[in-house]
């Protein structure tokens, strides 16, 4: 492992918005970027499972790769999630990202064939051998159908530039095991809000985050009351993300595009197979998010 590329703070995951014809809406992504850096998170992980990357096209996730980076014009990090089907879509994704100007890059397992543990630590090595960015592995076995444990990530560690893992297991176990045996330089990011605020106080470096999408502002002041030790603060903003995350989960990804709108911003649809939240759903939300977070002004 080289590379000194360092991740920090509250990352979000950020959403990708589409259009009723199913093409990335460019205008809105624009605007969920530009609503983002108001309220200075500290990074962006693109086209990762909040931002659909698995279930667009190359070239939908170029572009959408392309418009974050144009946006951010190097204020804050932006990591590119590359991780396909198709392992040689993933090294082309990896070498456009390199190319766009991206910090980073980070890759699902190969999935759904569960091809095993050598077959994985071939692939990122492949990886890492096409692109200079510094490479992070992304962990999530529920979708995937394989897990990255300790003594594997141990392994993938050890190939040049491999400089970390996003770890979105819900194993906080798992997580602390991580902590354990990676080399000091080696990054350990959480990918699950409900407990980040315990993750950060183990040891983890940043929070890839879902619900930084609709509420910016909250996670960052968890993460600035980490910072300033003030525990019992972060404790009581971590229950509000919880129960956020909760109102927030079904039907996947779209409630965090209503909310946005209901925050007044243009945040566009989600892709198929996904589908939008009904009627009764958005009731539901307005009511969930009224009352978790009134200083938002939802009425």
Not at 149 to 162: E, F, G, H, T
Not at 164 to 172: E, I, Y
Not at 289 to 294: A, G, M, N, Q, T
């Amino acid at each position: 492992m080289t590379g000194k590329f360092a991740l920090e703070g509250i990352v979000t995951a950020l959403l990708t918005p589409f259009t009723p014809a199913g093409d990335v809406d460019q205008d809105a992504l624009r605007e969920i970027v530009r609503f983002q850096l108001k309220h200075q998170v500290h990074g962006f992980y693109v086209c990762g499972t909040t931002g659909l990357g698995p279930a667009m096209s190359s070239d939908q996730r170029r572009r959408t790769a392309e418009i974050v980076i144009q946006e951010t014009s190097k204020k804050i990090p932006v990591v590119v999630q590359v991780g396909a089907s198709d392992p040689q879509a993933g090294l082309e994704l990896a070498r456009h990202a390199e190319k766009t100007g991206a910090d980073a890059i980070e890759s699902l397992t190969p999935f759904y064939y569960k091809p095993g543990e050598n077959a994985i630590i071939e692939y990122f090595t492949e990886l890492a051998s096409a692109t200079r960015l510094p490479v992070f592995v992304y962990n999530i076995p529920s979708h995937t159908g394989n897990n990255v444990d300790a003594s594997l990530l141990l392994k993938l560690s050890r190939i040049p530039n491999v400089v970390g893992v996003k770890d979105s297991s819900r194993d906080f176990v798992q997580l602390v095991d991580y902590l354990s045996v990676a080399p000091a330089e080696f990054a350990v990011i959480n990918g699950t809000d409900s407990y980040l605020f315990a993750a950060l106080c183990a040891g983890a470096q940043a929070g890839v985050s879902a619900v930084s999408n609709l509420a910016p502002e909250l996670m960052v002041k968890m993460y600035d009351a980490f910072r300033k030790k003030e525990y019992d603060l972060g404790r009581s903003l971590q229950l509000k993300i919880h129960a956020l995350r909760k109102a927030t989960a079904k039907p996947p990804i779209a409630p965090l595009l209503e909310g946005l709108k209901l925050r007044g911003l243009k945040s566009g649809l989600v892709k198929s197979p996904l589908r939008s939240t009904n009627r009764d759903e958005l009731v539901q939300l307005r009511a969930d998010l009224s009352r978790i977070l009134p200083e938002l002004g939802i009425e």
